[in-house]
């Protein structure tokens, strides 16, 4: 069974600290996406990598790839309160010649003022 | 109206109702999907149409009943339903089933007594 976990599971710090979220696999993923999900809505993509090693910037949210991309680290700096969600990571795999996407166990953070 | 919009947003039933949950997607996709979402488990795929046609089951009960009339429109019809199927009703939608950047509604909140 592919599986994605995340960690932490839950998060919870002061406003102005930094942080990092990790998303991993044994699988090989041909892309992952970074979601977040705030309370009562539905996920909000972030982000898309694709080649491994690659980094992008959402201002302060730096996301990279694994080299064999397997897996996936989310670096938020700075944090502040409005940074407060459910972080979900999630990749389409090929097994069995079929590609699967799947989500990641997600990380709750909670950034405190 | 702009993305992907979902109704009702809450919902109480009892387990002898018949209910259903509409998703409606304005970003002119081919692919919709079914997700639930259960506190402290990830996002489980129920059901993913393309261009109308089913192409995913994963292995729901059949107490739950998809309907896809056209690309824009996706139903899942609710009967008989069981406690443990209380959960966040999470529709998406990307321009193919191979495209990997899902596009969520906000969810319908199912509560079954």
């Known amino acids: 069974t592919q599986l994605l976990e995340q960690s932490p599971q839950f998060l919870s710090i002061q406003e102005g600290e930094n942080l990092t979220v990790y998303c991993n696999s044994s699988?090989?993923?041909?892309?992952l996406q970074w979601y977040r999900q705030e309370p009562g809505e539905g996920p909000v993509l972030l982000v898309t990598?694709?080649?491994?090693?690659e980094v992008k910037k959402l201002k302060r949210l730096t996301f990279q790839f694994g080299d064999a991309r397997k897996d996936s680290s989310l670096h938020i700096t700075a944090a502040q309160p409005g940074d407060t969600g459910l972080y979900l990571c999630?990749?389409?795999?090929?097994?069995?010649?079929?590609?699967?996407?799947?989500f990641g166990t997600g990380t709750r953070l909670k950034v405190l003022a | 109206e702009t993305g992907v919009t979902q109704t009702p947003r809450h919902l109480v039933m009892g387990m002898t109702n018949k209910k259903s949950l509409k998703c409606e997607q304005h970003?002119?996709?081919?692919?919709m999907y079914w997700y639930k979402q259960s506190a402290k488990k990830p996002l489980e795929l129920m059901f993913v149409?393309?261009?109308?046609?089913?192409?995913e089951n994963n292995s729901v009960p059949s107490r739950f009943s998809p309907e896809c009339p056209n690309s824009s429109h996706l139903f899942l019809h609710l009967h008989t339903l069981q406690p443990e199927d209380s959960a966040l009703y999470l529709c998406?939608?990307?321009?193919?089933?191979?495209?990997?950047?899902?596009?969520f509604g906000p969810g319908t909140r199912l509560t079954v007594l």
């Open positions: 990598v694709v080649t491994g090693g």
């Open positions: 998406a939608s990307s321009r193919g089933t191979g495209s990997n950047e899902q596009f």
């Open positions: 149409y393309n261009f109308k046609e089913q192409t």
């Open positions: 970003l002119g996709h081919n692919a």
């Open positions: 699988s090989v993923f041909s892309s």
């Open positions: 999630a990749g389409a795999s090929k097994t069995s010649g079929t590609y699967k996407y799947i």
